[in-house]
């Protein structure tokens, strides 16, 4: 997660309360102790915001900034406290589905909805739901029911989103909410079939002919560092060129 | 032959901000801003140029939402409004800092800016933006494009085709409208590519448009020219790709012309260094201080000490750097020549807004760039349609899916600080595709009411509000925007299951939202 965020003011954060700072924390991914006191809470969610910002100015966000000066007559910071307060929109619950977004070759945003009557038919005696997801590689034109490379991942029942990472770019996948009861596996929504973009050239490049390897260099290929690399890590972060790419 | 072709595309486009219940509103200065420092001083070295016969090319996007606001007549009366703000703003500061050697001339130039603008606006123009851009569109000299209704990142919607289509058919729709033409070019907004979209894009009779230098490189099969030669779908949608130098020279922030010592400091601005009591009636903002547009300092390097600024230096600057510009992307296509059995072509894309507003000298840039590229032997400016009438075969490939944002896909769009817009946003549309089905033949009220559940679900689409969210500017008022135009929509749903409807109610959201007053609901029907 990042934040753009210089100069924001410690002011903004000491008016949230205890509970809006900490969801803020937990969305920020701090793992921050529930009983952890508050000025420890607003210290960690500041250094971790000035870590970001950092990161993002070294990181070439140059492109966003730019993008954002658009709107430059407001007040240049506004982060969207709200989100701590109740959501102005519920979300429904009459239906049940999965909806995943690609967001890069390896992350994908998976979000879902379980209608009341589907969650009281998968409760368990106790009242309690076992909930994962299933995420199966997949290929064209496959049949439904052909056998599949897949993990699963535990969600818990309060939760309705996830990034997921995927572990192969170029690669096919489809996601299936699921739950478990008496040890039997039921599928309560899938996705459709997710195609995860290209991160790197196909080794076809190097037998590219002299002109084209050539144009391609003088087309930036190596800024973006998008050519194929020696070692075989497929979750190699792309860096962020100067140019947004 | 011609040693290479230089494309300039700018995009013009801001998010829908029009907000008549309320006196003034801090959002809408984001339109005033841009036709004050960029859109009506464009169009004043438009003129210069055709004055002097010189020629120019230039391809434009003026964005769907863009296009609602500047034919708008409340934000037009406003604008006029803030123009005469400006103009007092320019008359005490000319009374405060009139005599000071360094800071009077300048006090004056933002004086003759804004009069200049005003006289523009409301004399030459008639209020009529959209009408002076036509003006050099049908002389050639402009070619104008379009984009996504509401500026959406598509990839996002790339399982819905009917949300897909309607972004592309209001488009085209507000352009025809517009502009009376339809537009053969479709700006992807932000570069949002992904494989599939060409065929929608097709469907529309769409002729070209452009994608980042990393989706197009990646495509599938690899572009053998690299970026100095647009690719062809396979349905014979052309692709031009980004070039990534051009970009670069003017896009980056550290190394990019506009971080340059001697032009204008984007971020000191006597909104914030005056005491409030003195800027803060000229701002309309209550307590809350904000950008005023009067800047007096120069980048000067990274340091909080800035020199003055001195605005001759700054313009020769800037001629400077468009002949490097020019000299740059000519030694660029001899090399590349040396490797094509055409001239190549450098595509270079910017958002309208980077130039003048942020890059105080780049309307200077541009008029320089123009007119060094007329009297020098070198490379030939074109548009991006005539360069598809001149080379209409070129090599098959599709591109992979890629952005110009941050990272270079979708990072920006799905974030943690935006990504709970999508699960809203997609509701409305599925019930928007829905009730379309349901109701397939209506007119009457009915169908202004589908029209205006249309319009809302577009809105909750736009792009803008997810930058904002992730950026931490104006984050509140972007959330509002996402909530609102959801709630609208679900509050028309409830209407026609209930079949219940608040006539009264209606009749002001169609007043307050009114963009695209030509929209079709039916465009959201389940594509066969």
């Known amino acids: 997660m990042a934040f753009q965020n210089s100069g924001v003011k410690l002011e903004k954060f000491e008016s949230l309360s205890d509970e809006a700072l900490h969801a803020l924390a937990d969305r920020m991914g701090l793992g921050i102790p529930p009983d952890l006191e508050r000025v420890f809470v607003v210290e960690e969610i500041l250094v971790a915001l000035e870590e970001d910002s950092d990161e993002r100015r070294s990181g070439g966000v140059a492109s966003l900034r730019i993008e954002e000066t658009k709107f430059s007559s407001s007040d240049p910071v506004d982060m969207d406290f709200g989100r701590d307060g109740p959501p102005a929109i519920s979300p429904s619950t009459c239906d049940t589905f999965i909806r995943v977004l690609v967001r890069d070759p390896s992350w994908a945003f998976a979000f879902w909805e379980i209608s009341d009557t589907e969650r009281a038919s998968i409760a368990s005696a106790d009242g309690r739901l076992s909930l994962f997801l299933r995420v199966s590689e997949t290929t064209d034109g496959e049949k439904a029911d052909a056998k599949r490379d897949f993990f699963d991942i535990p969600i818990s029942e309060d939760d309705s989103q996830w990034y997921l990472n995927l572990p192969r770019p170029k690669s096919r996948y489809r996601i299936e909410l699921c739950s478990r009861i008496d040890g039997r596996v039921r599928m309560l929504a899938k996705s459709r079939d997710l195609a995860v973009p290209r991160q790197l050239l196909d080794s076809l490049s190097s037998k590219l002919e002299t002109d084209a390897a050539e144009l391609l260099r003088l087309s930036g290929l190596e800024s973006l560092d998008i050519e194929p690399v020696s070692d075989d890590n497929p979750q190699r972060i792309i860096k962020a060129g100067l140019t947004g790419e | ?528």
């Open chain 2, 1 to 528: 032959m011609e040693p290479g072709y230089l494309a300039l595309v700018l995009n013009a486009h801001l998010p829908f901000v029009r907000q008549p219940e309320y006196p003034h509103f801090l959002e809408e200065k984001w339109l005033f801003e841009a036709l004050s420092e960029t859109y009506l001083p464009l169009l004043r070295l438009f003129r210069r140029l055709e004055a002097e016969e010189i020629p120019f090319r230039l391809t434009i996007n003026l964005s769907p939402t863009l296009c609602s606001m500047l034919g708008d007549a409340v934000l037009g009366e406003r604008y006029l409004g803030y123009l005469d703000g400006q103009l007092a703003l320019a008359r005490r500061e000319v009374e405060r800092v009139g005599s000071d050697p360094a800071f009077g001339p300048l006090a004056r130039l933002y004086g003759e800016l804004y009069l200049s603008d005003r006289d523009d606006f409301a004399v030459l123009y008639e209020r009529d933006i959209l009408a002076a851009f036509d003006y050099f569109y049908k002389k050639g000299k402009l070619e104008l494009i379009t984009s996504a209704a509401t500026h959406s990142f598509l990839p996002i919607y790339r399982d819905s085709r009917e949300a897909v289509s309607a972004q592309i058919e209001t488009a085209l729709v507000a352009h025809r409208r517009a502009f009376g033409k339809h537009p053969s070019g479709f700006w992807l907004p932000h570069l949002g590519w992904y494989p599939g979209i060409e065929e929608v894009l097709h469907a529309y009779n769409i002729q070209y448009s452009i994608v980042a230098t990393r989706g197009g490189l990646l495509g599938d099969p690899i572009p053998k020219a690299g970026s100095f030669a647009p690719v062809q779908c396979p349905n014979g949608l052309t692709i031009f790709i980004r070039d990534a130098a051009a970009t670069e020279a003017v896009w980056s922030e550290d190394s990019g012309y506009p971080g340059d010592p001697l032009y204008r400091d984007f971020y000191r601005d006597i909104g914030f260094d005056l005491p409030l009591d003195y800027v803060g009636p000229y701002m309309d903002a209550g307590s809350t201080r904000i950008f005023s547009g009067f800047k007096y300092w120069a980048v000067t390097g990274k340091t909080a000490d800035k020199k003055p600024y001195d605005r001759k230096a700054a313009l020769a600057r800037a001629d400077e750097h468009a002949a490097s510009f020019l000299a740059d992307r000519l030694a660029m296509a001899k090399d590349a020549a040396l490797c094509m059995d055409r001239p190549p072509l450098m595509v270079a894309p910017y958002d309208a807004e980077l130039f003048g507003h942020w890059w105080f000298e780049g309307p200077a840039w541009i008029e320089a760039l123009f007119r060094r590229a007329a009297r020098e032997p070198g490379l030939k400016l074109i548009t991006l349609g005539e360069y598809c009438r001149a080379y209409p075969e070129n090599q098959v490939s599709v591109p992979e899916f890629s952005s110009w944002g941050d990272g270079g896909y979708a990072e920006v769009w799905i974030d943690g600080a935006n990504d709970w817009i999508y699960r809203h946003a997609f509701k409305s549309v599925d019930r928007m595709i829905e009730l379309s089905e349901r109701f397939p033949d209506e007119s009457g009220l009915r169908e202004r009411i589908l029209n205006q559940a249309a319009r809302e679900v577009l809105l909750a689409m736009g792009s803008d509000w997810a930058l904002l969210l992730r950026a931490g500017k104006s984050a509140s008022f972007a959330r509002r925007q996402v909530e609102d135009a959801v709630t609208n929509f679900n509050k028309i749903y409830e209407m026609l299951s209930s079949n219940t409807v608040g006539t009264e109610w209606i009749t002001k959201l169609e007043k307050r939202n009114n963009l695209f007053p030509e929209i079709n609901y039916r465009m959201f029907r389940k594509k066969r």
